[in-house]
């Protein structure tokens, strides 16, 4: 029977490991990256929404208010419309997929405004 040389039984496991675990760090931070983009994505449509109104209420367009900040890649949809004394507004973004430019469902988030006496 051969003899065995100690501290060798292990050799080359730490790479084993880090090429296994590889693709699940790699999954996480595409999850991260989503969540992201999802807040940002929230974010940029309640911004949006509230500029809407409010240039709806000093008669301005709601729709070029509220792409002001927001690229094309979002897929912006924005509505105003005004119910008694408040211009309401509403805005929908597609929620992205690691990138802007790849959407799927959607994110509305709606604001207000008083009307501006004329």
Known sequence: MPARRPGRGDRGQVAIEFVGTVPLILLLVAAVWECVLIGYAFSLAGNAADEAARAAAVGRSCHEAAAE????????????VLSGDIYRSTVTLKIPVLHPGLNFGGI?????AAKEKE
């Open 69 to 80: 900040h927001i690229s094309e890649a979002w897929g912006m949809k924005a509505d105003c």
């Open 108 to 112: 509305t988030a709606t604001g207000g």
